[in-house]
């Protein structure tokens, strides 16, 4: 759909205030400290870039679905090759980052380790790029997430309007039906051990075909795949390639759910959030016989579930909470209430810059000129060491 200026309540800048997860921010106030992506994009001539995006966008998700796989690349390749569409979405990027960032697709800078909190407690260590090629890839992200359409309703993780209630909702229903017709339901559950680590890069690569992608994207894509922590490079100076998908990485999530959705997806019983399945049966030797299908499948991309994580539970119309992504299902009744972690907490959120301060910093930067320059479209990464095998 275009941007115009009956959407911009849902373009507002963040504002300067203190305010809980509820949102309840008064438009009024956002207008007067802050600017809307479509101003920015008007201002910065990449409106109709943006409008363009979007018509393709919805074009190669269709042809995604409808499995034209081939015809949906090409559809990528215009967008990818416009000279204008990437610099508006990396506009956007900065949009919501809150900040004037100049794109960096090349020189990419080291990686920072950080603990990354759970939402149900310890923490998850994730690799973090640079602000200036962290926005670069969320305009690869932008691009790859055309494929959120062709994956099956059970893959709920990491696709724009799902989140964790979307699958916990659908468990509920599945629980609803299965208790309804058969009197009782057999609940299972496992999470995959180390699962971006573990996922095969080159693998990956050609089972959703990405070798199809524009020469360039796939380019900047294997330099990613090499860069460096901030610990230093190995002895002899060449750049090794990371193990799996580094869950830092913007686009990453995005082709970890496509890429299970490609493994399982179709026809499988369970219902997936990122690395987090379950799955409702009739009986134990369905939901034994399940299990060990998928497990088959996982295994055969050297995909692993943790042994610990299995969890059955037999449900007829005992009173019971079942928890799952940190919801909770009261059974019999299969009433989900939600997160029991989503409790309101005040936050600080970082200040936004008026429309001025805006177009002062873009200006100051020459933000559009770097933006809207081709050499990074066509350039190869100089970089010593080899390419995913298989895919250029």
């Known amino acids: 759909m ?47 870039a943006y409008n363009q995006y979007e018509v393709l966008f919805k074009h190669a998700s269709s042809l995604f679905k409808n499995n034209q796989t081939i015809d949906a690349f090409n559809v990528i390749f215009k967008i990818w090759m416009d000279p204008k569409i990437v610099p508006a979405l990396l506009l956007r990027e900065c949009f919501y980052a809150g900040q004037v960032i100049l794109p960096a697709w090349e020189h990419s800078g080291p990686l920072f380790s950080h603990s990354l909190p759970k939402k149900l407690g310890g ?38 309007s799902c989140g964790t209630l979307t699958a916990v909702d659908m468990l509920a229903d599945k629980i609803k039906v299965t208790l309804r017709t058969h009197g009782r339901a ?13 996922v095969h890069v080159d693998h990956l690569f050609n089972t959703l075909h990405l070798n199809q992608l524009p020469h360039s994207m796939k380019n900047h894509m294997w330099q990613w795949q090499h860069l460096n922590t901030k610990s ?20 990453s999530p995005t082709l970890f759910a496509w890429y299970l959705d490609a493994l399982v997806g179709k026809g499988s019983e369970f219902i997936a959030y990122a690395d987090n399945f379950v799955g409702v049966f009739e009986s134990d030797w369905d939901a034994q ?8 499948k996982l295994a055969a991309a050297s995909l692993v579930v943790a042994p610990h994580t299995i969890k059955f539970h037999t449900q007829r119309f005992q009173r019971t909470n079942y928890h799952w992504l940190g ?21 600080q959120e970082s200040s936004c810059l008026t429309f001025n301060q805006w177009v002062t910093q873009l200006k100051k930067s020459q933000w559009l000129h770097n933006a809207l320059s081709r050499d990074w479209r066509f350039s190869r990464p100089a970089l010593q060491a080899r390419p995913f095998t298989k895919i250029f």
């Open 186 to 198: 057999i609940i299972v559950s496992f999470d995959i051990a180390k699962a971006f680590n573990s």
């Open 123 to 160: 923490t998850r260590p994730i690799l973090v790029p640079n602000k200036q090629t962290r926005i670069c890839m969320g305009a690869v992200n932008a691009i790859l997430q055309a494929s959120c359409e062709s994956w099956h309703p059970h893959t709920t993780g990491f696709r724009p």
């Open 289 to 296: 016989y399940a299990l060990a299908r998928i497990q088959q």
């Open 327 to 347: 919801h909770e299902i009261k059974l019999p009744t299969v009433y989900v209430q939600n997160a029991v972690y989503c409790t309101p907490r005040v936050v």
């Open 232 to 251: 230093g490079t190995t002895g002899d100076g060449v750049r090794r390639p990371l193990l799996g998908l580094v869950q830092g990485f913007p686009y």
């Open 2 to 48: 275009f941007l115009d200026s009956s959407k911009l309540s849902s373009c507002y800048m963040r504002s300067t205030v203190v305010r809980d997860y509820s949102n309840h921010v008064s438009n009024t106030r956002i207008i007067s400290e802050g600017t809307t992506l479509v101003a920015l994009l008007q201002e910065t001539d990449l409106l109709d």
